[in-house]
């Protein structure tokens, strides 16, 4: 990152809430569509078993790959058509949806958590417990987590709990590295010092003064990370490895999808359109938080 | 040379049969100036290098000196924030090198400090009468009421407006950050509040302004303080007693009217020679001191002033100064000036 | 850049790969024999019991690992289950293919990238910038997977002019380098474009402008030097995120390389295989990192190389 000469990172937003409440009207098109589509997203991911018009695994082999309307031999009945046995697309893309999003929800909280309270252990605690943790950050970031993902799917056979696993802690060295940086500087500002003088404990003073002031690079790692971490799902998934039948997820609807590209190319393209559309949403609105927060983090 | 003209306010005097509240004892604090490596030890320096001195309750010892002579770091030792490599500090009767975090922290209700930087020592994000309430909150004193009654009789003892009480500190003033600061730093009423430069940023008229709210807070608290300052025409509006430092020790020590009326140490003449007067017709004897300052990791042998003393002897340079004492005023130097 | 610099970081590397292995030596021991796990069902009893000696099983652990290690350094990985052939025998086998989309992929991305990125960078702001990085945004959020399928459904069934899968002819290569490379491409260009503006702006290149064009002609042969070097080294640390890639798009296009061999693998529980991928994997990585941290060190040895990496990122 390349700071401002004379402002210090921690110090990066002041008055952050005062710009964040900046009126709707000024925000550039691309980034008003890109709420739009995460909140769409995000809707679906709350209300999806609200919302099915069909079970998700309510087969109808007389109905099987029927397109999408408007195209030849659609019904509205299954607007986005059906798949090899004959279940409704657009039922499994609502489910698959929230599937996808949710574990890369559960996927970035763990790995944020972790690695910024790694982080702060490792700022505070310094000598060896830095070191030791500073190790760990760098060996992770060393290896390629996908493939790692994939031996260790190999080895401990196909489990669920081994792939949250594996989800949570894609990426927590990233957090872990920013976090630690930003201690080390924010420890020695004033009012850090001011309220230990004052009699705080250390605890007090990383809640309530150092977290809040190191938030924004934060958040725009995990604006960065959110696709990221879909992307990992969708990949694994749609390798065969991952979340696999009866559970769906965007992934692996696509996988599965791929086996009719020749007659039925809307399984595969109709997810992966979502996909695309969701992690092109996350990459706008987090450029722009980034340049909201930090005119000088700009590309 | 006559300082006579006192502008001040009339300030508290000492009570000389009044408790001692904080000793020190041969003082010293090192630090590394060059990190050790593979053959070689950390090379150490003493910024305060065998200071005694003793503040009675409700009196304002000020600290004097340029800066490099250890008098920010004499502050933080006598307020606790460090420990002394060397010697002993004592408030009341708790031994400051010897505390326990927790009680460390407990002490932090008795003895407080601020600072030159007001606005470093303020968060950013947060209002500022929440900040001036943290200290109520850490040590968990008084009910909700209570506090945010305390702060709100703080801000107006330190005369803040109204107005700027939700504000956060980038919207106000230089004067009015150290306000904040200041309101913060007694809310909690200690008995000994530390000032490390607290006017050295501000114009010269919000000075003014500054150095009367912590005079008056004094009288109001029955505060003891201890001033720490370059500037001798602010020392000489709050301080009962001054103390000069050079290069870690104290050179002369003494009650102020008598330490600016009649210097006894070379060093403190010159200071004081340099102190603007407003009297065009005033003619002073110019005691200009020659050479630069040594540098504080390797000071001059015995007395530590030789080097640019207008009066240096060959003995001088041989043996550090005993202290005499001419009453309640104290001298390190081989040849004191007699009292003008 | 010093000598212990350097010591330290061939150190870290060496502890990297041996960490790697012991990972895997004792993952393979958790869950399961690992004779049978990598060895197929139908090997002779003759091998097996060939290869409980030499990891020795019977004895303690400590002496496995031993022999583990040796057996590793020896290039003996385990038998693959594939027609009992030999493990990093079968992994070798397809790593030419592999380099072959790697390299090309690579290439194109360069070769698009810098310079739409350097030219962003002196149209800054105007529409072309825009669009160029607007199209960037696009490239690196679309999920490779889907960029390739997306490609076949045109290409391949649509169009009828290029080939889904396999590996014979020039033609199939397009549609692979075309996905494995877009994504990669699209952060160059960013990357560079940022480069570009930082050295444009720095004082002696607007103190050159203000002088005349030709002055600024040899100053953009000092500024493109200036912007490759902070490239490469993004190559560097996004060889990890390639090699992920790379596996996923061989997939989707049956490309007989190694990428393919490991999903396949990993699917059938070839643990051999799975095993020298790995740790081929690793070796690469560790390399690269090793690479990247020499290129600090040497570019500039008081950047730390922590902040570096970050900045990347």
Known sequence: MSFVPGSSPVQAVPGMLVRFAAPVRKLPASVLISLLILGTVAFVTVTARLILPFEFDQMDLRARLAPPWPLDGSTLIHPLGTDKLGRDVFSRLLIATQTSILLALLGTVIGATLGTFLGFVAAHFGKWVDEAISTIVDFQAAMPWFIIALAVLAFMGNSMAVFLLLMGLYGWERYARITRGLVLAAREEGYARAVH????????????????????????????????????????????????????????MLGEGRDYMITAWWLAVIPGTVIFLTTLSMSIFGDWLRTRFDPSLQD | MSLATLNADPVAVADPDADTIVRVRDAARAFVHRKAALLR?????????????????????????????????????????????????????????????????????????????????????????????????????GTETERRAKVRAMLEAVKLGRHLWKAVPSELSGGQQQRVVIARAIILEP????????????????????????IEMQERLGLTQLFISHDLAVVRQIADRIAVMYLGRIVECGPAEEVFSAPRHPYTRALLAAVPVPDPAARRKRQLLSGDPPSPHAPPSGCRFHTRCPKAQPHCSETPPVAQTFGDHEVSCHFPEDAA | MTLTYVGWKLLRAVITMWLVVTFVFFVLRLTGDPVSQLLPDDVDQNTVDFYRKLWGLDKPILVQYWNYFIALFQGDFGISFKDNQDALERVLSRLPKTILLGSTALSFALIFGIPLGIVAALKKNTGFDRFVMGLAVFGFSMPNFFLGILLILLFSLQLRVLPSSGSDTWLHLIMPVLTLGTAFGAKVARHTRSTMVDVLNRPYMRTASSKGAGTLRQLYLHAFPNAAIPVVTLIGLQVGELIGWAVVTENVFAWPGIGRLLTFSVASRDLAVVQCILMMIALTMVMSNLLVDLLYGWMDPRVRVGAGREAVQ
């Open chain 1, 197 to 252: 003088a004052l009699g705080g404990k250390p605890r007090t003073i990383y809640l309530r003064h150092v977290l809040p002031n190191i938030l924004s690079p934060l958040i725009v790692q995990l604006t960065i990370n959110f696709p990221e971490t879909i992307l990992f799902e969708t990949s694994l998934s749609f390798l065969g490895l991952g979340i696999r039948p009866p559970m769906t997820s965007l992934g692996q």
């Open chain 2, 41 to 141: 030890k950390a090379g150490t320096f003493n910024a305060v290098d065998g200071v005694s001195l003793d503040l009675k309750k409700g009196e304002t010892l000020a600290v004097v000196g340029e800066s490099g002579c250890g008098k920010s770091t004499l502050g933080r030792l006598i307020s606790g924030l460090m420990r002394p490599t060397a010697g002993s500090v004592f408030f009341r009767e708790t031994d400051f090198s010897s505390l326990s975090a927790d009680c460390w922290r407990e002490s932090r209700q008795k003895v407080q400090i601020i600072f030159q930087d007001a606005a470093g020592s303020l968060d950013p994000r947060l209002p500022v009468e929440d900040q001036v309430r943290e200290p109520l909150d850490l040590h968990a004193l």
């Open chain 2, 191 to 214: 008995e000994l509040l530390i000032c490390d430069e607290p006017v050295s940023a501000l114009d010269v008229s919000i000075q003014a302004q500054i150095i009367k709210l912590l």
